[in-house]
Nanobody, 119 residues
Framework: QVQLVESGGGLVQAGDSLTLSCAAS????????MGWFRQGPGKEREYVAS????????WSADSVKGRFTISRDNTKNTVALQMNSLKPEDTAVYYC????????????WGQGTQVTVSS
């Protein structure tokens, strides 16, 4: 049974930093690309950042480029999202997802962690 469990969300002020973590179990972690997505109030879920199964390549959305960094530790089966210079518009529920290397669709999702940024 595959499980993705996010943690690290909370209430912060604009300009603060926060690190989210996603712990994976039930899969061969180093064969799965991982991604972070978010869904703000009244909005659709949107892509934030992703990292290949080896950690060799990363991508991020323009809205977070230069502020958010995705990383992974294949020895601990975790993926992290370091978020700096947070803005109120970053307020959302953040989800991690797993996609088998080379495939297009994320197959597994966590339950999400709330990030609220006050102005």
């Amino acid at each position: 049974q595959v499980q993705l469990v996010e943690s690290g969300g909370g209430l912060v002020q604009a300009g603060d930093s926060l690190t989210l973590s996603c712990a994976a179990s039930g899969l061969t972690f180093n064969r799965w690309d991982m991604g972070w997505f978010r869904q703000g109030p009244g909005k659709e879920r949107e892509y934030v950042a992703s990292i290949t199964f080896s950690g060799g390549s990363t991508w991020s959305a323009d809205s977070v480029k230069g502020r958010f960094t995705i990383s992974r530790d294949n020895t601990k089966n975790t993926v992290a999202l370091q978020m700096n210079s947070l803005k109120p518009e970053d307020t959302a529920v953040y989800y991690c997802g797993a996609r088998y290397g080379g495939r297009k669709t994320y197959e597994y999702w966590g339950q999400g962690t709330q990030v609220t940024v006050s102005s």
